[in-house]
């Protein structure tokens, strides 16, 4: 399939072809060039000027697996019943046949995060998928570890009368797990270089944990307060963690620690009241203050706290507070790709990228404007 005469936005280094096409073949994008092809088929795309760029990323989110219109029977995000399961698939409570999906595809969103809750210091292994499908595991493409600082933690348990009730212990039980599991890896190594060394017995706790000691996949922090990212940095320091902070409500206040530091932040939701205290000082200039400062930024939804098909208005609000637009829309396609560890299959438009693509007609992050065209992995969603 050919999409030509379309603006393209390749989101990399080339930046914006006024007027070209690109090649897509076996759900690959195989060339991305300025001008008209010297031949068409009549399965091609005529653009008709349109502006093509990728699909949309949304860095957080809890789709799938809090379903829509359904209360308990459909909510498998929490599993608030132990504050420590690193052992915990997301991939095990997501529903991939839930509405919203459609409704990502429909907006252009094509990749998300899905993560469970953060009613636990650790709340299991989250899950990148692309939002065209029905079998999880062939949508997914990537991973991550979640993790939780702050109010949910203290909140879920204290009701129970059961650790942790404070900040100390939720961070205590994340220190603790990752220690143990760094014990658990050392045994493990000794056992395969001497014969003598009996295995440790298994421990699924500890067994996922172990990519993250060794940084393959990345821990994700939810926090809000300052003093709570000054904690996640803390202990992935301690540990040698390749980290997110999720939400970062208050980085703006500390933005030059997160520079500094060079931690991704996935920032929002913003559309949406202050609901806690720690987020008593949201405000939607989060993301334009810690991208000036020289964060790298994601924006998400959180859906449903923001219902998914709205990530380019959140990304919109963004603008309206203090960002960039192509800074906005870099941090929901790009810029989001990277922080979650896909750049290499999503984000941008480039020989060898997937083709997850779409076109509009208008702008993009205007409410009214939605892609007349979608395809995932090459194929019209």
């Known amino acids: ?8 936005l390749t989101m990399t280094n080339t930046g914006v072809i006024e007027n070209g096409y690109i090649s897509i ?13 010297e031949q068409l088929s009549p399965g091609d795309v005529d653009a008709k000027g349109s502006l093509l760029l990728p699909g949309f990323v949304d860095a957080h989110t809890h789709l799938g697996i809090i379903e829509n219109g359904i209360d308990f029977e459909g909510d498998d995000c ?11 698939r997301v991939i095990d409570g997501v529903n991939p046949l839930d509405r919203c999906f459609e409704e990502a ?31 999880a595991d062939r949508m997914q ?26 900040r100390m212990a939720t961070a205590a039980i994340i220190r603790e797990g990752l220690a143990k599991a760094k014990r658990y890896q050392q045994e ?61 409500t208050e980085g703006y206040q500390i ?25 008593r000082a949201l405000t939607i200039t989060n993301p334009a203050e810690l991208k000036h400062a020289g964060v790298r930024i994601a924006l998400c939804t959180d859906h449903p706290v923001i219902p998914i098909q709205y990530l380019s208005t959140a990304a919109r609000l963004a603008v309206k507070g203090g960002m960039r637009r192509e800074e906005a829309l870099y941090a929901i396609t790009a810029g989001a790709a990277e922080i979650l560890g896909v750049e290499k299959h999503v984000g941008s438009i480039a020989p060898g990228m997937d083709a ?26």
């Not at 991704?264 to 720690?278: N, Q, S, T």
């Not at 779409?358 to 065209?373: A, I, S, V």
């Open 1 to 8: 399939m050919i999409i030509w005469n379309a603006k393209i």
């Open 25 to 37: 073949e076996n759900e690959k994008i195989t060339a991305v060039k300025a001008g008209t092809p």
């Open 78 to 88: 929490n599993e608030s019943t132990d504050p420590f399961t690193p052992h915990l």
């Open 105 to 135: 595809r429909a907006a252009g969103v094509t990749t998300v995060m899905v993560s469970p809750g953060s009613a636990n210091a650790c709340g299991g292994i989250m899950a990148v998928f692309k939002t065209a499908g029905c079998v």
């Open 141 to 166: 493409i990537g991973t991550g570890l979640k993790f939780a600082l702050g109010e949910n933690p203290k909140s879920v348990y204290n009701d129970r009368d059961e650790t942790p009730v404070t």
């Open 188 to 248: 493990l190594a000794f056992a395969e270089s001497d014969p003598d060394e009996h295995m440790p017995d298994f421990d699924a706790r500890c067994e996922a944990l172990l990519p993250l000691l060794e940084r393959d996949i990345k821990a994700h922090f939810h926090c809000h307060r300052a003093d709570d990212i000054c904690t996640a940095i803390r202990i992935a320091e301690e540990f040698h963690l390749d980290y997110v902070i999720v939400h970062g």
């Open 255 to 279: 933005a030059d620690v997160l520079a500094e530091q060079d931690v991704p932040v996935i920032a929002g939701p913003m559309l949406c009241d202050r609901c806690k205290p720690e987020m």
């Open 356 to 381: 997850d693509v779409q076109l509009y007609d208008g702008d993009p992050l205007d409410l009214l404007c939605d892609p007349w065209l979608v395809l995932i992995n090459g194929k019209k969603v």
